[in-house]
């Protein structure tokens, strides 16, 4: 069936290294994704996304690469904090719904 | 302002109880979405909202009942639920009805005994 997923449920990073989250797609139709991050007790908090008709978006500290070719997605976070210790979920929205990924841990290392 | 609050934030319920989610946005956004997440899950969509009305329903259990009053709050009404509902219900809204840039609400975390 169509899914959006991620390689990896969990990815631990030493504070200040840059930070790569893959994300897998298979819905060829898919126009639009998300980036989202889950702290703790939280919900959902929307970083950056990307439409079809390009291939990368940067915002700050984080960049967004797309390539259909493959069907993948990834977020790059610059110079990671602690404060960036969440999952992140990337999200495809199809059919006027968001439909989330299994979601990546990211761990930061002292 | 870009907040959607929900209450309450902790809810514990009986199996025979009836109680209620709440939401509420002042963005001015015309769609307002129930999901359900599950412990180290992703959230999963329940209902859709677009212009108060009811527009998706993704084949939930109608023991959970949705509601708009307005254009600014949404209700999820809970009744007899079951031990396997315990959850994080989040509310998200966003601008128009095609759902982009939802935004999401810090959820009620409910437990049904």
């Known amino acids: 069936g169509e899914s959006v997923g991620l390689h990896l449920p969990t990815l631990s990073v030493q504070e200040g290294d840059n930070s790569i989250i893959n994300c897998a797609y298979s819905?060829?139709?898919?126009?639009?994704f998300i980036w989202y991050k889950q702290e703790s007790g939280k919900g959902p908090q929307f970083i950056i996304d990307?439409?079809?008709?390009?291939d990368k978006r940067q915002g700050q500290r984080v960049t967004v690469l797309l390539n259909k070719t493959v069907k993948h997605l990834s977020l790059q976070i610059a110079a990671t904090q602690p404060g960036d210790s969440a999952v992140y979920f990337c999200?495809?929205?199809?059919?006027?719904?968001?439909?989330f990924g299994k979601g990546t841990r990211l761990h930061i290392l002292p | 302002d870009t907040e959607v609050t929900q209450t309450p934030k902790h809810l514990v319920m009986g199996m025979t109880n009836k109680k209620s989610l709440k939401c509420e946005q002042h963005?001015?956004?015309?769609?307002m979405y129930w999901y359900k997440q599950k412990a180290k899950k992703p959230p999963e969509l329940m209902f859709v909202?677009?212009?108060?009305?009811?527009?998706i329903n993704e084949s939930v259990p109608s023991r959970f009942s949705p509601e708009c009053p307005n254009s600014s709050l949404l209700n999820l009404h809970l009744h007899a639920l079951q031990p396997e509902d315990s959850a994080l219900y989040l509310c998200?809204?966003?601008?128009?009805?095609?759902?982009?840039?939802?935004?999401f609400g810090p959820g009620t975390r409910l437990l049904v005994l």
């Open positions: 990307i439409r079809s008709n390009m």
């Open positions: 998200a809204s966003s601008q128009d009805p095609a759902g982009e840039t939802q935004y």
């Open positions: 819905n060829s139709a898919s126009d639009y």
């Open positions: 909202y677009s212009y108060e009305k009811l527009s």
């Open positions: 999200a495809e929205n199809r059919d006027d719904k968001i439909i």
């Open positions: 963005m001015g956004h015309r769609a």
